[in-house]
Structure formats: structure tokens, C-alpha cells
């Protein structure tokens, strides 16, 4: 393993320096500590403290690394609920809950693995990871037990919890499709995450099975925000007028619809119909109430932290974990 000795002959600077550059110490200028941690990042240097922590590693703790926190996410109330579950299982082994976060950014300065050493993290929950993340793809490889919510797990030490994306999305539309509808739209989230893909998928088969034609133009993406999606159906709807409903990827996207709907001097539902996806806390509040897929987050949250913590311990898991989803039919949808 790298050591800071190692750094300090490839800067060729002193022992001393090395460290006090790693210890954000004042008196090393900005520039020698840039050279040193570039080199620590180059031959893949992690503190030795860290590392001797994560070989004598057994604190009773369960990870969580939540990638792309943003204060905007917290409307839709889904970290919380996840937390509050794998809260609640961890809990009730005597485990603690222990919150890390990153970003698409930050995971290109350092590895998983230093990540994961730094913090003393033998194992981990992931939520919030894009497929053309780093962490993604180094995840396949890693020797550490990693539990993906929402994304299909692939590597020999990798699980994931989710519900069949393709199926509820599917359902979704099927819905709007038994009320009459043929013009149907998608507001679907980025183009980089797991979940838009199979709900693509999802809205792409019902289509297929009613044999409706595909229209790619009626598909948007929206990154899963309100602002964007509330911006982007105003244009949707103003050139293709046709179109009589519209399935989101998600409930805040479908609010941001809502408003866009509402503010271009249309109905819904006799104008047009919307379904969304996750069944959040808001959705029940909505005028109208909006139709919607429920899947329970705070469930997944305990599953997830029971599989973590039964590959922490090398016990036989599920390679993926599908719980139940369901079409909640409140009053955003009408019959044609």
C-alpha cells in the first residue's frame, strides 16, 4: 500500500510537508498541497489510519452513500423515507445508520475503494447512482458488499432493491390506454439513470402491446425536476396539441405538468389526463389528486439494509430484490 513517504520522493519534498499538505495545515501553500494530493489520487494513497480501521473493522454500523443530494429533492420526501426504513431494520439488530453522500463530480477525485477506506465503510447502500457514473462501473469489481437501490445490480459482491420498473410503467399506461387514450405522452427523467430507461421500456410495450404507434418526439426528459418538466410540457403541448394524456416518470415531474397544463388555459382531467410514478407524500394533494404508481420507499430502505447486512456477514442474498408496486387511480385521469 502507498504511503506518504512514497508521495514525498515523487514530489520530492519532505515527509513532513507531505503530511501537514494532508492535514489542510495553513502554512503548506495551495499549490504544494495540489501537488501532493494529485500524486495521492495517481498511486491511490489512503491514510494509514483509515486503512487500519477497515482491517480491524467491526462497528455495527450500515452505510449509506447517497449520490446527487440536492435541496430541491427533498419535496419529493423519498431519501427520507428511505432512511426512516433502513433506520428502523438497523435498529432493530442493534446496528447503526451511518449517512455518507457524493456526486457525479466527486466521485472523478478519488475512487470507490479510497472513498469507501477513508470513511471506513466495509459495505454500503447506494442510492442515487447513474449508469455512467465511476462508482458504477468500479462497483462490478469491488470486493465490498454494495446493495444499489433502483438500479439492477451486476459484479459478484453487488444486490440491489427496486421494484420491475418495466411492469409499472407499463401498467401506467395501459391505464390511460383502458380510458380511451392513444396520444399519450412521456415525461420521462435522465437519460443516464436506470430507472428512466425501464420505465421507457415500460411506457414503450404497453404502446407496442395496444399496438399504438411510437412516437419518439412526444418523449421528454425532464432529470426528474419540477421546474424543468413544468418548462418542457408547456412546449410538448404546443406542438403536439393532439395529444390527450401524459405519463411522467416521476410525481414531481407530473406536478411541474400539472402547473404547465393548468397555465397554457387547459383542463385536467377532461383536457388532459396524467399519471405519475412514486406515489409521493404531495401527489394525494394535488388538484386533482393525481393518479399515480405506489411503490413503498421506507420498505425498501429495511430490504436494503437486511441484504447489506446479510453480504456484510457472507450469507447467501438475492441478487435483486423486486417489491410490490401499484396503479393508484385518483381523479387526473378521464375516460374519452
Given at each position: 500500500m502507498p504511503t506518504i513517504k512514497d508521495i514525498a520522493r515523487i514530489a520530492g519534498i519532505s515527509v513532513t510537508t507531505v503530511s501537514r499538505a494532508l492535514n489542510h495545515y495553513s502554512d503548506v501553500s495551495a499549490k504544494t498541497k495540489k501537488r501532493v494530493f494529485d500524486i495521492a489520487k495517481e498511486i491511490g494513497y489512503v491514510p494509514n489510519r483509515s486503512a487500519q480501521n477497515l482491517v480491524k473493522r467491526k462497528n455495527n454500523t450500515l452505510a449509506i452513500i447517497l449520490s446527487g443530494l440536492e435541496r430541491k429533492g427533498g419535496k419529493d420526501?423519498?431519501?427520507?423515507?428511505?432512511?426512516?426504513?433502513?433506520?428502523?431494520?438497523?435498529?432493530?439488530?442493534?446496528?447503526?445508520?451511518?449517512?455518507?453522500?457524493?456526486?457525479?463530480?466527486?466521485?472523478?477525485?478519488?475512487?470507490?475503494?479510497?472513498?469507501?477506506?477513508?470513511?471506513?465503510?466495509?459495505?454500503?447502500?447506494?442510492?442515487?447512482?447513474?449508469?455512467?457514473?465511476?462508482?458504477?462501473?468500479?462497483?462490478?469489481?469491488?470486493?465490498?458488499?454494495?446493495?444499489?437501490?433502483?438500479?439492477?445490480?451486476?459484479?459478484?459482491?453487488?444486490?440491489?432493491?427496486?421494484?420491475?420498473?418495466?411492469?409499472?410503467?407499463?401498467?401506467?399506461?395501459?391505464?390511460?390506454?383502458?380510458?380511451n387514450h392513444r396520444t399519450i405522452g412521456m415525461i420521462n427523467g435522465r437519460k443516464e439513470a436506470d430507472v428512466s430507461i425501464q420505465r421507457y421500456k415500460g411506457y414503450i410495450k404497453a404502446l407496442k402491446q395496444h399496438h399504438i404507434t411510437i412516437d419518439e418526439d412526444k418523449i421528454i426528459y425532464a432529470d426528474f425536476d419540477e421546474v424543468k418538466a413544468y418548462e418542457k410540457t408547456k412546449?410538448?403541448?404546443?406542438?403536439?396539441?393532439?395529444?390527450?394524456?401524459?405519463?411522467?416518470?416521476?410525481?414531481?415531474?407530473?406536478?411541474?405538468?400539472?402547473?404547465?397544463i393548468k397555465d397554457i388555459n387547459l383542463r385536467i382531467p377532461q383536457d388532459i389526463s396524467i399519471v405519475g410514478f412514486d406515489n409521493i407524500p404531495l401527489s394525494e394533494y394535488t388538484t386533482p389528486p393525481l393518479t399515480t404508481i405506489d411503490q413503498d420507499f421506507y420498505k425498501r430502505g429495511a430490504e436494503a439494509a437486511k441484504q447489506l447486512l446479510k453480504m456484510i456477514q457472507q450469507e447467501k442474498v438475492e441478487k435483486n430484490i423486486f417489491l410490490e408496486h401499484k396503479l393508484l387511480a385518483r381523479h387526473s385521469v378521464h375516460m374519452l
Open positions: 420526501n423519498i431519501v427520507y423515507q428511505l432512511l426512516s426504513g433502513m433506520y428502523s431494520y438497523a435498529e432493530s439488530v442493534n446496528y447503526e445508520v451511518v449517512l455518507f453522500t457524493t456526486s457525479s463530480a466527486h466521485q472523478k477525485e478519488k475512487t470507490y475503494i479510497q472513498f469507501c477506506k477513508e470513511h471506513n465503510i466495509g459495505g454500503a447502500v447506494l442510492n442515487g447512482i447513474r449508469i455512467d457514473d465511476p462508482y458504477f462501473h468500479e462497483l462490478v469489481n469491488s470486493d465490498l458488499p454494495c446493495v444499489l437501490i433502483d438500479v439492477l445490480a451486476e459484479g459478484g459482491n453487488t444486490s440491489s432493491v427496486t421494484i420491475d420498473n418495466i411492469e409499472a410503467a407499463k401498467d401506467a399506461v395501459a391505464y390511460l390506454i383502458t380510458q412546449s410538448l403541448l404546443r406542438r403536439y396539441p393532439e395529444i390527450t394524456a401524459l405519463f411522467c416518470a416521476s410525481d414531481m415531474m407530473a406536478i411541474g405538468a400539472m402547473r404547465a
